[in-house]
């Protein structure tokens, strides 16, 4: 399915080296807009700066603000620690994301099975010590996760499935979550959100606004790294069973079918991987939390990137960085590329699990190759500089 895009400057196609890319259909001048991605099907922002981000719009206190908190709150209560930089972002938010009150909903429920765990583990934690004081307990811990019990030596996809179909009949237990799996909770909340608006209001005005955002079917065709991101990253699956039995038990009744099988959340965490964007300060380094932009994941990686990308409140804007011909592909920079050819390329494999095979890095490649093997240049003749 070929996702819709601005269309004036450019289109998808697959590309020679496999997967879809965006070529210029036209002769594209520097410094172009050429898309805007104007909302993230699924977000969140990091717990620790959830006070000093606007909820609506991603403005961070801290470049504004002079270092203060942001304190237009959700509800006076300041529920969910949900904080706005202005009236117009609250009312802007209500309007197009917190539809039928449902991210509030989620957030309040998620704070609360959070705090009842906290209390519980708390709880258990004191009657353990009174027990092993009393000489009734001993002192090893007997949790043990499933993951632990299947114990993989090589990840397949039938082991993710199996530790999957395990969770789906498991309940919530052991210990709270941790920051990053509660980030992880909300990350896939705001995006089974928009799945259930969509599904819930398809004749009225309400799903216009919602789907700014795109669509579930979009968010489907989006190029799924599950097993990469899982054979090169096992321990995350624990966190991900993890994060989304305790979605779950704090869904609200209306998400509720969404999550009775893993299919939907496994669908957003695949997707997240190898597609996701940072959300960055605008003009600082500080990573604030990440969001899944659907018409803007089709930008392919170039270590010589033509395109920039700039965060412009909510959406996510790409510029040209130079004069584009017919039919070049356009590409963004997915790592720093001030690194070397090796830095560059280990990270890619780490972190995005591809090979990157532009042209830059075949050119540095071919370079590292022949100063550090002269001899494989005359007996093959075609390592060279260019
Ligand atoms: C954000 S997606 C880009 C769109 C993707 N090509 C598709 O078909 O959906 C990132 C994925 O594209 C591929 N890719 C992007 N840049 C690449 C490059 N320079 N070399 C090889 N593969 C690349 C990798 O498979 C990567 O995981």
Known sequence: MIVTLTPEHFEQRTTVYGGRGLFAVKPIPSNTLIHASSSPYASVIYREYRKEVCAYCFAYAFEANRGRTWNIKLDPNGTGGVRFCSAECKDAWRREEDIDSMISQMNISIDQLDQKMQRQVENQKMQRQVEIRSGRGDRTSSSSSSLAKLNPTVVTQDFIDSAWKTAENEEFTGEPLSSLELDLVRFLASGLIHRCIERLQESSETRKLACKAGTWSELLDLQNNELEYISAAPHVLERQLRAYKFLRQA????????????????????????????????????????????????????????????????????????????????????????????????????????????????????????????????????????
């Open 251 to 386: 869904a609200i009744p209306t998400l509720k079918q969404y999550i009775l099988n893993s299919d939907s959340v496994r669908a957003i965490l695949g997707r997240d991987q190898g597609n996701a964007f940072g959300i960055f300060e605008v003009d600082g380094d500080d990573m604030l939390g990440y969001a899944l932009f659907l018409s803007a994941s089709y930008f392919n990686h170039d270590c010589s990137p033509n395109v920039r990308k700039k965060r412009h409140g909510r959406s996510m804007h790409f510029y040209t960085t130079r004069d584009i011909d017919v039919g070049e592909e356009l590409c963004t920079n997915y790592i720093d590329i001030e690194d070397s050819v090796s830095e560059r390329r280990e990270n890619l494999s780490k972190n995005w699990y591809f090979d990157c095979v532009c042209r830059r890095c075949e050119r540095e490649l071919s370079t590292l190759r022949t100063n550090t093997y002269p001899e494989a240049k005359e007996a093959t003749g075609i390592i060279g500089v260019e």
